[in-house]
């Protein structure tokens, strides 16, 4: 059995990359941190498509509560390993710097940044033991150019771009790449409120892109056929920015 653990599998594009590699035949590893009827929705769908998986709750940012949540999988499963891991919990806190509050500022980055750390430490020595692994990590256009009323979480994706480049650098002898995926505008819970008639209008594909099309890339950078490519940040934006 080939297990992907997908943190923030609960909904929105994560929720899209448990289906995608289920498809692939991987056994999914669901994480979310608090919604948990949406949890069991994306384990549903991820049967309907074939495969089996399993809901493990955790706090990302919370390093003791992730690592006792890692320990008690892989005590239940000694034989296995996580190859594929998907970085994929955030949340935004949008705001002008200068009125950001101070929780807003650490949330942001401690869930994308600590999360990153927190998840991936303790995954890669199986990954390296065993001489193959994938980690995909979900940053945002944000992370590349910089987006007004996002300090926080721009800093927080362009610091997950860094690393993944320079983690990419350690791991990729034992055949384990790292890259980042960059999305501009996609249709989930995160972007509601926004106003998508008005802001579709400076994409250039004039529209809004879907879980399912992030799913399908982070397919691809999982696949055999993508183990050349590491320490990339592939945009996945409608022509927004590149
Ligand atoms: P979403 O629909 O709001 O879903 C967020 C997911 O993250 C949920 O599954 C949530 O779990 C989980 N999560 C939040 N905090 C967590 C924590 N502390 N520990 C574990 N899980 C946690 O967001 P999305 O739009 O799918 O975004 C997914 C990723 O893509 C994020 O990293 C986001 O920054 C990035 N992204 C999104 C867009 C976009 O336009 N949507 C664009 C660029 C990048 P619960 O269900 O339990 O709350």
Partial sequence: MKYALVTGGSRGIGRAVCVKLAQMGYHIIINYVSNATEAQKTLELVRQAGQDGEILMFDVSNRQQTSKAIESWENAHPEEY???LVNN???????LLIFMPENDWHRVLSISLDGFYNVTQPLLQSMLARKFGRVINMASV???????????????????????????????????????VAPGFIRTDM???LDEDTLKKTIPANRFGTPEEVAELVGFLVSPNAGYIT????SINGGLYT
């Fill in 82 to 84: 996580i190859e594929v």
């Fill in 142 to 180: 944000s992370g590349v150019k910089g987006m007004p009323g996002q300090t926080n979480y721009s800093a927080a994706k362009g610091a997950i771009i860094a690393a993944t480049k320079a983690l990419a650098q350690e791991v990729a002898r034992k055949n384990v790449t790292v890259n980042a």
């Fill in 191 to 193: 972007v509601e409120g």
């Fill in 231 to 234: 320490g990339n940040v592939i």
């Fill in 89 to 95: 919990a955030g949340i935004r806190r949008d705001n």
